[in-house]
T-cell receptor, first 113, second 113 residues
Framework: KNQVEQSPQSLIILEGKNCTLQCNYTVSPFSNLRWYKQDTGRGPVSLTIMTFSENTKSNGRYTATLDADTKQSSLHITASQLSDSASYICVVSARGSQGNLIFGKGTKLSVKP | KAGVTQTPRYLIKTRGQQVTLSCSPISGHRSVSWYQQTPGQGLQFLFEYFSETQRNKGNFPGRFSGRQFSNSRSEMNVSTLELGDSALYLC????????????FGSGTQLSVL
């Protein structure tokens, strides 16, 4: 069964600190892995998209890694800001299935001053 | 460039009624996909349309249906509403390729009483 699992479920950090969120997946055949940020009451916003051959991709203070052999990904946030408080969702797409994304339950990040 | 627009933003219905939600994609995007988000299940894929044709469908009952018009605008219909249909319904648009970034709307919050 295609699944995406994220950890931790929630995380509280102080402003300025770094953090890393984890994602494990069992999706086959694999096409790409995406990280989204979702603010409360809003739609998700794309942070990164990685294909099988990519193992690191950055978007400002966000850096995603992908290990396609172990089927693991991480999202590293550097120098956190209060505006980083949101849910971060790992999403995996199977090959040939446009739009049919398999979502993790997300990690709820709270950044405190 | 205008983003993805979903209407209405909030909706309250009673069991047994039907509802139609609307999604206007970003200009030039030909793919529209729909998702259901609940606190318990997270985000789940409903269906995806490309150039007025349904390309992919998730595991939802036939009460959930959709369509896409020639201008790429899409509607989703839920008939015979159940309490469990209460959720945030999100649509996303893209150019339709497998590795394209999806742009989400802010969603329609549906409450079934």
């Amino acid at each position: 069964k295609n699944q995406v699992e994220q950890s931790p479920q929630s995380l509280i950090i102080l402003e300025g600190k770094n953090c890393t969120l984890q994602c494990n997946y069992t999706v086959s055949p694999f096409s790409n892995l995406r990280w989204y940020k979702q603010d409360t009451g809003r739609g998700p916003v794309s942070l990164t998209i990685m294909t099988f051959s990519e193992n690191t991709k950055s978007n400002g203070r966000y850096t995603a890694t992908l290990d396609a052999d172990t089927k693991q990904s991480s999202l590293h946030i550097t120098a956190s800001q209060l505006s980083d408080s949101a849910s971060y969702i790992c999403v995996v797409s199977a090959r040939g299935s446009q739009g049919n994304l398999i979502f993790g339950k997300g990690t709820k990040l709270s950044v405190k001053p | 460039k205008a983003g993805v627009t979903q209407t209405p933003r909030y909706l309250i219905k009673t069991r047994g009624q039907q509802v139609t939600l609307s999604c206007s994609p970003i200009s030039g995007h030909r793919s529209v996909s729909w998702y259901q988000q609940t606190p318990g299940q997270g985000l789940q894929f409903l269906f995806e349309y490309f150039s007025e044709t349904q390309r992919n469908k998730g595991n939802f009952p036939g009460r959930f249906s959709g369509r896409q018009f020639s201008n790429s605008r899409s509607e989703m219909n839920v008939s015979t509403l159940e309490l469990g249909d209460s959720a945030l319904y999100l649509c996303a648009s893209s150019f339709g390729g497998e590795f394209e970034k999806l742009f989400f709307g802010s969603g329609t919050q549906l409450s079934v009483l």
